[in-house]
């Protein structure tokens, strides 16, 4: 049984026009954001119709969204601001490589340094027969033999 409302609706239905500013450079809402469907309530539309419509021009509204998006990033400009911004990081990486570098070579020099005047030390000590000119340094790996081992 065919419905009566069906043969009085025209064949097709346009899609409400857009405002003129609709081009314009939009302000970037979250995805979320609330969508009013242009189509509620058109007299000519069934619910069902109307809520068909209303998911494909939602659709339509986040496509338009994404290829907005997609050609804000894909633009050269935003690349070389970034390749800029990376390059100036690369070098003060570089720079606190360096210094990290300068820092650990400092402080394993400053260790050997220390290690060689204990040998000396010893070995003056056992020179002179005398076990009394020794300077207990505090550091466990050397006097007791190494990593707390007893005596």
Known sequence: MASTRASAR????????LPANANAKKEHLPAAAAFVNPYLGHRNLSETEQQVLGEYA???ATIARIASLSTTLSSSSTHHALLTQLRVLERKMGLVLTLFKASVWSVVMTHQQHLE???????AAAEHGGFGNE????????VRGGYGAPY
């Open 10 to 17: 025209p064949a097709a239905v346009a899609a409400p026009a």
């Open 58 to 60: 939602r659709l339509a």
């Open 117 to 123: 005047e204990t040998e000396a030390a010893r070995a």
């Open 135 to 142: 300077q207990d340094d505090g550091d466990a790996d050397t």
